[in-house]
């Protein structure tokens, strides 16, 4: 809705918007229906988190000679 600039919500979206619990989704606007769902969504998600892997050194052996540039 939100993408397409309504400014309305239907009957049919208003009725399964008061079975979630939303009272009066005629009288919000629709942006802050979106938070709404969203906020009785977010117990729902899932959180991944990302392991960020650690570069590996290479071994020096500390007996070699440096090599020229």
């Known amino acids: 809705m939100n993408l397409h600039d309504r400014t309305e919500i239907s009957d049919n979206l208003a009725e399964r918007l008061i079975m979630l619990g ?15 769902v969203w906020a009785m969504q977010q117990p729902y998600l899932i959180t991944i988190v990302v392991e960020r892997r650690r570069r590996r050194r290479r071994r020096v052996d500390p007996n070699a000679a440096p090599t020229p540039a």
């Not at 939303?22 to 709404?36: G, M, R, S, T, Y």
Request: proline share 13%; glycine share 0%.
């Open 22 to 36: 939303i009272e009066h989704p005629h009288n919000i606007a629709v942006p802050q229906l979106i938070e709404k």
